[in-house]
Protein backbone atom coordinates (compact mmCIF):
# COMPACT_ATOMS: atom_id res chain seq x y z
CA UNK A 1 0.00 0.00 0.00
CA UNK A 2 2.95 1.83 0.57
CA UNK A 3 3.45 2.36 -3.07
CA UNK A 4 -0.18 3.26 -4.39
CA UNK A 5 0.05 6.86 -4.75
CA UNK A 6 3.49 6.34 -6.66
CA UNK A 7 1.60 3.97 -8.88
CA UNK A 8 -0.87 6.36 -9.78
CA UNK A 9 2.25 9.01 -10.17
CA UNK A 10 3.24 6.41 -12.38
CA UNK A 11 0.21 5.98 -14.88
CA UNK A 12 0.32 10.35 -14.88
CA UNK A 13 3.67 10.19 -16.27
CA UNK A 14 2.83 7.68 -19.09
CA UNK A 15 -0.53 8.76 -20.03
CA UNK A 16 1.07 12.71 -19.89
CA UNK A 17 4.56 11.83 -22.20
CA UNK A 18 3.73 8.71 -24.28
CA UNK A 19 -0.35 9.31 -24.44
CA UNK A 20 -1.18 5.51 -22.96
CA UNK A 21 -3.44 4.97 -20.53
CA UNK A 22 -2.58 1.98 -18.88
CA UNK A 23 -4.29 0.26 -16.27
CA UNK A 24 -1.52 0.24 -13.76
CA UNK A 25 -3.18 1.21 -10.93
CA UNK A 26 -5.79 -1.08 -11.63
CA UNK A 27 -3.12 -3.84 -12.13
CA UNK A 28 -1.02 -2.96 -8.31
CA UNK A 29 -4.21 -2.28 -6.60
CA UNK A 30 -6.65 -5.05 -7.59
CA UNK A 31 -4.24 -8.21 -5.89
CA UNK A 32 -4.20 -5.89 -2.52
CA UNK A 33 -7.73 -5.54 -2.65
CA UNK A 34 -8.39 -9.61 -3.25
CA UNK A 35 -5.99 -10.15 -0.69
CA UNK A 36 -7.80 -8.25 1.96
CA UNK A 37 -11.17 -9.80 0.53
CA UNK A 38 -9.58 -13.31 1.16
CA UNK A 39 -8.09 -12.78 4.83
CA UNK A 40 -11.32 -10.98 5.95
CA UNK A 41 -13.37 -13.83 4.43
CA UNK A 42 -11.43 -16.40 6.31
CA UNK A 43 -11.78 -14.39 9.61
CA UNK A 44 -14.99 -13.18 9.99
CA UNK A 45 -17.56 -14.97 8.17
CA UNK A 46 -20.53 -12.98 9.91
CA UNK A 47 -18.84 -9.70 8.11
CA UNK A 48 -18.55 -11.72 4.82
CA UNK A 49 -22.03 -13.09 4.57
CA UNK A 50 -23.47 -9.22 5.32
CA UNK A 51 -20.48 -8.23 2.29
CA UNK A 52 -21.71 -10.58 -0.08
CA UNK A 53 -25.58 -9.86 0.76
CA UNK A 54 -24.66 -6.27 -0.09
CA UNK A 55 -23.15 -6.89 -3.00
CA UNK A 56 -25.77 -8.66 -4.69
CA UNK A 57 -28.23 -5.57 -3.50
CA UNK A 58 -25.98 -3.38 -5.43
CA UNK A 59 -25.29 -6.01 -8.32
CA UNK A 60 -28.98 -6.60 -9.42
CA UNK A 61 -30.04 -3.06 -10.87
CA UNK A 62 -26.89 -3.23 -13.45
CA UNK A 63 -27.56 -6.97 -14.22
CA UNK A 64 -31.09 -5.51 -15.30
CA UNK A 65 -29.55 -2.93 -17.02
CA UNK A 66 -27.55 -5.28 -19.03
CA UNK A 67 -30.52 -7.45 -20.08
CA UNK A 68 -32.81 -4.15 -20.59
CA UNK A 69 -29.79 -2.46 -22.70
CA UNK A 70 -27.10 -5.09 -23.85
CA UNK A 71 -24.14 -2.63 -22.65
CA UNK A 72 -21.60 -4.83 -21.18
CA UNK A 73 -18.84 -1.99 -21.08
CA UNK A 74 -21.39 -0.14 -18.73
CA UNK A 75 -21.55 -3.59 -16.58
CA UNK A 76 -18.54 -3.50 -16.47
CA UNK A 77 -18.08 0.31 -14.82
CA UNK A 78 -20.93 -0.20 -12.53
CA UNK A 79 -18.55 -3.01 -11.13
CA UNK A 80 -15.74 -0.77 -10.37
CA UNK A 81 -18.04 1.83 -8.55
CA UNK A 82 -19.25 -0.97 -6.31
CA UNK A 83 -15.65 -1.74 -5.40
CA UNK A 84 -14.90 2.01 -4.71
CA UNK A 85 -17.96 2.36 -2.73
CA UNK A 86 -16.70 -1.09 -0.71
CA UNK A 87 -13.08 -0.13 -0.81
CA UNK A 88 -13.21 2.08 2.54
CA UNK A 89 -14.87 -0.63 4.98
CA UNK A 90 -12.67 -3.23 3.54
CA UNK A 91 -9.69 -1.84 4.24
CA UNK A 92 -11.05 -0.66 7.68
CA UNK A 93 -11.78 -4.04 8.47
CA UNK A 94 -8.88 -5.60 7.54
CA UNK A 95 -6.39 -3.15 9.51
CA UNK A 96 -8.80 -3.34 12.61
CA UNK A 97 -8.52 -7.05 12.72
CA UNK A 98 -4.30 -6.06 12.14
CA UNK A 99 -4.50 -3.83 15.22
CA UNK A 100 -6.31 -6.85 17.32
CA UNK A 101 -3.86 -9.39 16.78
CA UNK A 102 -0.51 -7.21 15.93
CA UNK A 103 -0.66 -3.88 17.13
CA UNK A 104 2.93 -3.17 16.77
CA UNK A 105 2.83 -4.40 13.00
CA UNK A 106 0.05 -1.65 11.82
CA UNK A 107 1.53 1.63 14.33
CA UNK A 108 4.83 0.61 12.21
CA UNK A 109 3.81 0.18 8.86
CA UNK A 110 0.72 2.11 8.87
CA UNK A 111 2.43 5.08 9.89
CA UNK A 112 5.14 4.43 7.07
CA UNK A 113 2.68 3.96 4.45
CA UNK A 114 1.34 7.27 5.15
CA UNK A 115 4.30 9.24 5.32
CA UNK A 116 5.38 7.46 2.17
CA UNK A 117 1.92 8.16 0.39
CA UNK A 118 2.19 11.58 1.82
CA UNK A 119 5.64 12.40 0.84
CA UNK A 120 4.40 11.52 -2.48
CA UNK A 121 1.84 13.82 -3.11
CA UNK A 122 4.12 16.77 -1.78
CA UNK A 123 6.81 15.67 -4.43
CA UNK A 124 3.63 15.57 -7.03
CA UNK A 125 2.93 19.11 -5.89
CA UNK A 126 6.35 20.40 -5.67
CA UNK A 127 7.01 19.24 -8.93
CA UNK A 128 3.99 20.85 -10.54
CA UNK A 129 5.46 24.16 -9.68
CA UNK A 130 7.70 23.33 -12.67
CA UNK A 131 5.17 23.04 -15.25
CA UNK A 132 4.72 19.23 -15.12
CA UNK A 133 1.45 17.15 -14.71
CA UNK A 134 -1.55 18.07 -14.98
CA UNK A 135 -3.25 21.82 -13.53
CA UNK A 136 -6.98 21.41 -11.78
CA UNK A 137 -8.59 23.67 -14.35
CA UNK A 138 -8.55 23.47 -17.97
CA UNK A 139 -7.44 27.28 -18.05
CA UNK A 140 -3.71 25.71 -16.22
CA UNK A 141 -4.64 27.33 -12.78
CA UNK A 142 -4.12 24.92 -9.90
CA UNK A 143 -1.43 22.02 -9.40
CA UNK A 144 -2.26 18.00 -9.64
CA UNK A 145 1.37 16.88 -10.26
CA UNK A 146 1.09 13.73 -12.54
CA UNK A 147 -2.53 12.06 -10.77
CA UNK A 148 -4.85 12.10 -13.54
CA UNK A 149 -7.41 11.46 -10.58
CA UNK A 150 -7.43 15.10 -10.04
CA UNK A 151 -11.20 15.06 -8.50
CA UNK A 152 -10.30 12.90 -5.83
CA UNK A 153 -6.80 14.36 -4.80
CA UNK A 154 -8.49 16.85 -2.40
CA UNK A 155 -9.83 13.91 -0.33
CA UNK A 156 -6.46 11.95 -0.23
CA UNK A 157 -4.83 14.95 0.72
CA UNK A 158 -7.36 15.61 3.77
CA UNK A 159 -6.68 12.44 4.63
CA UNK A 160 -3.33 12.12 4.71
CA UNK A 161 -3.00 16.15 5.69
CA UNK A 162 -5.27 15.17 9.06
CA UNK A 163 -2.88 12.23 9.90
CA UNK A 164 0.55 13.92 9.80
CA UNK A 165 -1.15 17.18 11.57
CA UNK A 166 -2.63 15.16 14.18
CA UNK A 167 1.24 13.16 14.95
CA UNK A 168 2.75 16.84 14.61
CA UNK A 169 0.64 18.18 17.48
CA UNK A 170 0.99 15.26 19.90
CA UNK A 171 5.14 15.84 18.80
CA UNK A 172 5.44 19.81 18.94
CA UNK A 173 3.72 22.69 18.75
CA UNK A 174 6.59 24.31 16.63
CA UNK A 175 6.18 21.02 14.33
CA UNK A 176 2.69 21.47 13.81
CA UNK A 177 3.07 25.30 12.78
CA UNK A 178 5.26 24.49 10.70
CA UNK A 179 3.21 21.82 8.80
CA UNK A 180 0.04 24.15 9.03
CA UNK A 181 1.68 26.49 6.80
CA UNK A 182 2.63 23.52 4.41
CA UNK A 183 -1.11 22.07 4.47
CA UNK A 184 -2.50 25.63 3.76
CA UNK A 185 0.36 26.01 0.63
CA UNK A 186 -0.54 22.37 -0.52
CA UNK A 187 -4.02 24.01 -0.54
CA UNK A 188 -3.15 27.06 -2.23
CA UNK A 189 -1.60 25.10 -4.80
CA UNK A 190 -4.39 22.66 -5.82
CA UNK A 191 -6.27 25.42 -5.91
CA UNK A 192 -9.73 23.56 -6.18
CA UNK A 193 -12.77 24.91 -3.44
CA UNK A 194 -12.42 21.60 -1.45
CA UNK A 195 -8.26 21.41 -0.81
CA UNK A 196 -8.34 25.39 0.29
CA UNK A 197 -11.31 25.36 2.63
CA UNK A 198 -10.35 21.94 3.71
CA UNK A 199 -6.68 22.59 4.83
CA UNK A 200 -8.15 25.82 6.70
CA UNK A 201 -10.38 24.00 8.62
CA UNK A 202 -8.27 20.97 9.44
CA UNK A 203 -5.36 23.52 11.04
CA UNK A 204 -8.53 24.96 13.15
CA UNK A 205 -10.61 21.76 14.36
CA UNK A 206 -7.67 19.12 15.02
CA UNK A 207 -6.44 21.29 17.74
CA UNK A 208 -10.03 22.65 18.61
CA UNK A 209 -11.01 19.14 19.20
CA UNK A 210 -8.12 16.96 20.71
CA UNK A 211 -7.53 19.37 23.07
CA UNK A 212 -10.89 20.49 23.55
CA UNK A 213 -10.67 21.53 27.34
CA UNK A 214 -7.41 23.47 26.84
CA UNK A 215 -7.84 24.89 23.63
CA UNK A 216 -9.98 27.98 24.46
CA UNK A 217 -7.83 29.25 27.94
CA UNK A 218 -5.71 32.35 26.27
CA UNK A 219 -2.16 31.97 26.60
CA UNK A 220 0.57 34.19 24.85
CA UNK A 221 1.09 31.26 22.38
CA UNK A 222 -2.56 30.82 21.97
CA UNK A 223 -3.14 34.21 20.48
CA UNK A 224 0.02 33.97 18.50
CA UNK A 225 -1.34 30.80 16.86
CA UNK A 226 -4.70 32.69 15.99
CA UNK A 227 -2.92 35.30 14.45
CA UNK A 228 -0.91 32.82 12.17
CA UNK A 229 -4.38 31.03 11.34
CA UNK A 230 -5.78 34.01 10.77
CA UNK A 231 -3.15 35.51 8.37
CA UNK A 232 -3.13 31.96 6.67
CA UNK A 233 -7.12 31.96 6.61
CA UNK A 234 -6.70 35.71 4.95
CA UNK A 235 -4.45 34.23 2.51
CA UNK A 236 -6.02 31.45 1.49
CA UNK A 237 -9.35 33.53 0.74
CA UNK A 238 -7.37 36.70 -1.62
CA UNK A 239 -5.92 33.85 -3.33
CA UNK A 240 -8.63 31.69 -4.11
CA UNK A 241 -10.95 34.90 -5.12
CA UNK A 242 -7.81 35.90 -7.44
CA UNK A 243 -8.01 32.38 -8.84
CA UNK A 244 -11.46 32.72 -9.89
CA UNK A 245 -10.94 35.83 -11.51
CA UNK A 246 -8.11 34.73 -13.38
CA UNK A 247 -10.30 31.56 -14.76
CA UNK A 248 -13.11 33.81 -15.52
CA UNK A 249 -15.33 31.84 -12.62
CA UNK A 250 -15.50 34.93 -10.17
CA UNK A 251 -18.40 36.34 -12.22
CA UNK A 252 -20.24 33.70 -12.62
CA UNK A 253 -20.01 32.53 -8.57
CA UNK A 254 -21.09 36.15 -7.90
CA UNK A 255 -24.54 35.35 -10.39
CA UNK A 256 -25.11 32.14 -9.18
CA UNK A 257 -25.15 33.81 -5.63
CA UNK A 258 -27.25 36.58 -6.41
CA UNK A 259 -29.42 33.93 -7.82
CA UNK A 260 -29.45 31.29 -6.45
CA UNK A 261 -28.10 31.90 -2.87
CA UNK A 262 -25.35 30.11 -1.05
CA UNK A 263 -26.69 26.78 -1.63
CA UNK A 264 -26.02 27.64 -6.06
CA UNK A 265 -22.38 28.62 -5.07
CA UNK A 266 -21.58 25.55 -2.61
CA UNK A 267 -23.03 22.65 -5.21
CA UNK A 268 -21.27 24.82 -8.04
CA UNK A 269 -24.19 23.85 -10.92
CA UNK A 270 -24.52 20.43 -9.43
CA UNK A 271 -28.17 20.99 -8.21
CA UNK A 272 -29.04 21.40 -12.11
CA UNK A 273 -27.31 17.79 -12.63
CA UNK A 274 -29.44 16.70 -10.01
CA UNK A 275 -32.82 17.42 -11.32
CA UNK A 276 -32.10 16.01 -14.86
CA UNK A 277 -30.61 12.68 -13.32
CA UNK A 278 -33.77 12.08 -11.09
CA UNK A 279 -36.38 13.35 -14.14
CA UNK A 280 -34.73 10.56 -16.26
CA UNK A 281 -34.49 8.01 -13.22
CA UNK A 282 -37.49 8.42 -12.13
CA UNK A 283 -39.50 7.57 -15.75
CA UNK A 284 -38.61 4.61 -14.79
CA UNK A 285 -40.93 1.70 -13.25
CA UNK A 286 -40.57 0.74 -9.23
CA UNK A 287 -38.21 -1.80 -9.88
CA UNK A 288 -35.42 -0.06 -11.55
CA UNK A 289 -36.37 2.76 -8.77
CA UNK A 290 -35.57 -0.02 -6.02
CA UNK A 291 -32.53 -1.33 -7.92
CA UNK A 292 -31.20 1.16 -10.02
CA UNK A 293 -30.57 2.20 -13.75
CA UNK A 294 -27.21 1.32 -13.98
CA UNK A 295 -24.78 3.04 -16.27
CA UNK A 296 -26.46 1.72 -18.90
CA UNK A 297 -29.68 3.87 -17.80
CA UNK A 298 -27.66 7.00 -17.94
CA UNK A 299 -26.22 6.16 -20.95
CA UNK A 300 -29.27 5.34 -22.36
CA UNK A 301 -30.38 9.04 -22.05
CA UNK A 302 -26.86 10.49 -22.46
CA UNK A 303 -27.73 12.96 -25.37
CA UNK A 304 -30.12 14.96 -22.61
CA UNK A 305 -28.21 14.85 -19.08
CA UNK A 306 -24.48 14.87 -17.62
CA UNK A 307 -23.78 11.18 -16.48
CA UNK A 308 -23.34 11.79 -13.08
CA UNK A 309 -24.27 14.89 -10.14
CA UNK A 310 -21.28 14.52 -9.11
CA UNK A 311 -23.03 14.19 -5.78
CA UNK A 312 -22.49 10.47 -4.24
CA UNK A 313 -25.43 9.73 -2.89
CA UNK A 314 -27.42 10.77 -5.91
CA UNK A 315 -25.03 8.84 -8.52
CA UNK A 316 -25.54 5.63 -5.92
CA UNK A 317 -29.50 6.43 -6.07
CA UNK A 318 -29.65 6.50 -9.69
CA UNK A 319 -26.92 3.43 -10.58
CA UNK A 320 -28.05 1.11 -7.41
CA UNK A 321 -31.16 2.76 -6.47
CA UNK A 322 -32.71 3.14 -3.25
CA UNK A 323 -31.18 -0.31 -2.05
CA UNK A 324 -27.79 0.72 -3.11
CA UNK A 325 -28.22 4.58 -1.78
CA UNK A 326 -29.57 2.40 1.41
CA UNK A 327 -26.72 0.13 1.75
CA UNK A 328 -24.01 2.69 1.13
CA UNK A 329 -25.70 5.12 4.28
CA UNK A 330 -25.66 1.82 6.75
CA UNK A 331 -21.53 1.38 5.46
CA UNK A 332 -21.32 5.04 6.75
CA UNK A 333 -22.90 4.70 9.83
CA UNK A 334 -21.29 1.70 10.46
CA UNK A 335 -17.77 2.98 9.99
CA UNK A 336 -19.42 6.00 12.37
CA UNK A 337 -20.57 3.88 15.13
CA UNK A 338 -16.98 1.83 15.01
CA UNK A 339 -15.31 5.12 15.69
CA UNK A 340 -17.58 6.41 18.23
CA UNK A 341 -17.34 3.08 20.21
CA UNK A 342 -13.80 2.82 20.60
CA UNK A 343 -12.94 2.41 24.41
CA UNK A 344 -9.73 3.46 26.15
CA UNK A 345 -6.62 2.75 26.01
CA UNK A 346 -6.98 3.47 22.23
CA UNK A 347 -5.30 6.79 20.46
CA UNK A 348 -8.05 9.05 21.57
CA UNK A 349 -6.37 11.67 19.61
CA UNK A 350 -6.54 9.70 16.14
CA UNK A 351 -9.49 8.97 17.10
CA UNK A 352 -10.82 12.43 16.99
CA UNK A 353 -9.50 13.40 14.69
CA UNK A 354 -11.25 10.18 12.37
CA UNK A 355 -13.86 11.21 13.36
CA UNK A 356 -13.54 15.24 11.97
CA UNK A 357 -12.32 13.57 8.54
CA UNK A 358 -15.44 11.47 8.22
CA UNK A 359 -17.36 14.34 8.98
CA UNK A 360 -15.75 16.11 6.26
CA UNK A 361 -16.05 13.59 3.96
CA UNK A 362 -19.80 13.29 4.53
CA UNK A 363 -20.20 16.92 3.72
CA UNK A 364 -18.24 16.47 0.67
CA UNK A 365 -20.48 13.79 -0.58
CA UNK A 366 -23.43 15.39 -0.45
CA UNK A 367 -21.46 18.80 -1.98
CA UNK A 368 -19.04 17.94 -4.59
CA UNK A 369 -18.61 14.04 -4.52
CA UNK A 370 -15.79 11.57 -5.35
CA UNK A 371 -15.37 10.39 -1.66
CA UNK A 372 -17.55 7.66 -1.40
CA UNK A 373 -17.09 6.77 -5.73
CA UNK A 374 -13.22 7.32 -5.20
CA UNK A 375 -11.18 4.32 -5.62
CA UNK A 376 -8.04 6.35 -4.77
CA UNK A 377 -8.93 7.79 -1.22
CA UNK A 378 -10.65 4.60 0.15
CA UNK A 379 -7.34 2.76 1.11
CA UNK A 380 -6.55 5.53 3.29
CA UNK A 381 -9.94 6.16 4.67
CA UNK A 382 -9.47 2.69 6.02
CA UNK A 383 -6.21 2.70 7.12
CA UNK A 384 -6.67 6.12 9.04
CA UNK A 385 -9.83 5.14 10.79
CA UNK A 386 -8.36 2.01 12.06
CA UNK A 387 -5.44 3.15 13.48
CA UNK A 388 -7.12 5.18 16.02
CA UNK A 389 -7.77 1.15 17.03
CA UNK A 390 -4.04 0.58 17.93
CA UNK A 391 -3.93 0.23 21.75
CA UNK A 392 -0.96 1.76 22.37
CA UNK A 393 -1.58 4.55 20.37
CA UNK A 394 1.60 5.15 19.19
CA UNK A 395 3.17 5.24 16.10
CA UNK A 396 7.27 5.64 15.16
Same mark, same amino acid.
Given at each position: &? ?69 ? @? ?35 ? /? ?24 ? @????? $? ?11 ? %? ?91 ? @???? /?????? &? ?44 ? /? !? ?9 ? *? ?7 ? *?? %? ?6 ? !? ?25 ? &?? %?????? @???? /???? &?? $? ?18
Amino acid at each position: &MAGFLMVDTLMGVIETYAGIHLKVSLLYKTPVLLSICLIIALKDTKFTFWLLLSLLGFLIGPILALVKYSN @SAALFFDITLILKVFTPILFFRYFTYIAEINPSLLSN /WGSKVIYINYGVLFLNIFIGLFGFGY @SSYNS $GVGINGFFSAGNE %LGAVFIVLSAFVLTQCLLRSIKLYIIFSIITVLIGLLISTKTSILSAILLIILIPAVINRKEFFKPTQLKVTLAALFIILISISVAYSISILQ @SIGV /WERVLW &MYNKFGILGVILSGRDVYTVNLLEIFYQHNWVEWFFGIGTSGIFHH /W !LTVKESAEIDP *IDVLIVFGH *IG %LFIALTMQ !LWILNALTTIKQPHNEALRKTAIIIFF &MF %LTLAFT @SGHI /WLSG &MV $GPFIGLVFAMAYIKNGKYN
